[in-house]
Every structure is written in C-alpha cells, then in structure tokens.
T-cell receptor, first 113, second 108 residues
C-alpha cells in the first residue's frame, strides 16, 4: 500500500520563477492537506482540499500561492514569482473520507536562490 | 485559534534511558497525533490518540482530553529515536495545529 507521494523531493528555483509541487494521496484517501515547515520550526497549515474543491485555505498567503486537486491526477501547490522567503519544506498529507488520521508524504524541499 | 505547547524543547539522553514528552493544548480537540521527524526530515506517524492510552513497542501515549494534555513515553531509548517529536491537534476544523516540537538526541 503506497503512502503519500510527493515530487519533486528537491526543487531549486531562482527568484521570480514558478514552483509546482505535486502530491498523490494514499489510495482510498480523498482529503489532501498542504503544510509548510520553515527551518527550525513546526509545520504550519496552508490549505485543505477535496476533489475539485478547496475546503479551507485559511493558511495560504494571499498572493502568489494557489492549490488545486483536480478530478484526475495529483494535487498541485503552485507558487508564482518565488522569493527567498518561500524556501522551506512543503509537506502534503492525506486522510480517508470523513477525515481522521493524517498521513504525510516525504516533503518537497524548495530552495530559492 | 488553538494553541499547542510542547515540553521540554530539547532533551539529551544516554542510550537505554526513558523519557516523557508533554503536549498541552488550549481547547477541546477532535484529534491528536504524535509524529517523529527523523534526521532526513520524514514525518513518521506514531500515534493517533484523541483520548485514552495506546502502546506500540517501546513507545506509548496517553491523552487526557478533559485536562487538555497528552504524554508520549519512550522507554529504553535508542540512537534511532533521535529527531524531533511533534504533537499536533485538530480543533473545530480539519487542519492540524502543530506544536514547535521537541528535539531528542540519544547518545550511544
């Protein structure tokens, strides 16, 4: 039973470029969550999605960040015009229908140069 | 929003020692999870424990929801237990709110 998959594992972008992070939930899971971990800090919630719906985006920065979870394919977290402060580890988690325990992927480490 | 406090922030042990990690939270919760973030950054689920007591090998956890705290016990610690331990809770929404973590170092 494959766990939560994220790719790429490491991503380097220059300031001003776009970053696209992908997440495939565990089989049978329909809820996807994105969290960000800055260096030496805990994880902070960004957004919660179900298929084709954003349920809670209260943790998303107002500009440059967007997320989607299409009917087919992985969930995408998109960061436009990246800045150095976006450098962080971005984790995706999934849970089964009805919520409950969240399982985390290995994360994508974004470095903005 | 809900606040999560973990203590102690750091702990250094010799192999074989026992330890107790504490998580306090400021409001009633629907879910509480303990995680271990290993030195490679991966988050490992340890316990899903909104209330009661669970055990898994050398690890056990207890959540007393009415008093708003949870404890994680590590017995006979090993060097592979090193890393950061996070407590995370769900209050009135689906999002997990994480504490700042506790860095554990187990020396051989």
């Amino acid at each position: 039973n494959a766990g939560v998959m994220q790719n790429p594992r490491h991503l380097v972008r220059r300031r001003g470029q776009e970053a696209r992070l992908r997440c495939s939930p565990m089989k049978g899971h329909s809820h996807v969550y994105w969290y960000r971990q800055l260096p030496e800090e805990g994880l902070k919630f960004m957004v919660y999605l179900q298929k084709e719906n954003i349920i809670d985006e209260s943790g998303m920065p107002k500009e440059r960040f967007s997320a989607e979870f299409p009917k087919e394919g992985p969930s995408i977290l998109r960061i436009q015009q990246v800045v150095r402060g976006d450098s962080a580890a971005y984790f995706c988690a999934s849970s089964p229908p009805g919520g409950g325990e969240q399982y985390f992927g290995p994360g994508t480490r974004l470095t903005v140069t | 929003g809900i606040q999560v406090e973990q203590s102690p922030p750091d702990l250094i042990l010799q192999e074989g020692a026992n330890s107790t990690l504490r998580c306090n939270f400021s409001d009633s919760v629907n879910n509480l999870q303990w995680f271990h973030q290993n030195p490679w950054g991966q988050l490992i689920n340890l316990f899903y424990i909104p209330s009661g007591t669970k055990q898994n090998g050398r690890l056990s956890a207890t959540t007393v929801a009415t008093e708003r705290y949870s404890l994680l016990y590590i017995s006979s610690s090993q060097t592979t237990d090193s890393g950061v331990y996070f407590c995370a809770v769900q209050g009135g929404s689906e999002k997990l709110v994480f504490g700042k973590g506790m860095k554990l170092t187990v020396n051989p």
